[in-house]
């Protein structure tokens, strides 16, 4: 299994769906609804490529919440965009603490995808700090 590849800039950390609320605030969440649709439809472009096919059918399981699939899209989307192995340690990050509060929630696919998802940050920070420290090189 090859890291994920580096694009171009990093996503802000999924936030929770915002449809409740109402008020002055309503036009910005509408527009926060509208990024976040644009980033799920990114993020699965993505995962229709014919290498990312296993990590798809994994977050269209059965069992897994739309709201858990939507997430895991978006952190799968920000990992694709990192550069840097400070930018995929911030990921890593948001989604140990996006964990932390889904956890004993969920089915036992639920928590393979969130290792899978991991175990692909993983990959993909320790890849780019090996190319950081193969750049230092004489």
């Known amino acids: 299994m090859s890291p994920l590849p580096a ?4 996503l802000t950390t999924p936030a929770p769906s915002t449809a409740a609320v109402v008020g002055p605030l309503h036009c910005s969440a509408a527009a926060g609804d509208a990024a ?5 439809a990114e993020a699965d472009d993505a995962l229709y490529q014919e290498s990312w096919g296993w990590l798809r059918s994994l977050i269209e399981t059965d069992g897994i919440s739309r709201a858990i699939a939507s997430a895991s899209k978006l952190y799968f989307l920000r990992l694709l965009r990192a550069e840097r192995a400070d930018q995929v340690a911030a990921v890593l990050d948001d989604m140990e603490l996006w964990r932390d509060a ?7 696919r639920q928590r393979e995808l969130v290792q899978a998802m991991f175990l692909l940050g993983v990959d993909k920070q320790l ?3 090996r190319q950081d420290a193969d750049d230092q090189k004489p």
């Open 7 to 10: 694009t171009a800039d990093v």
């Open 36 to 40: 976040d649709a644009e980033r799920l």
């Open 102 to 108: 889904q956890s004993g929630s969920g089915c036992r």
């Open 127 to 129: 890849h780019l700090q």
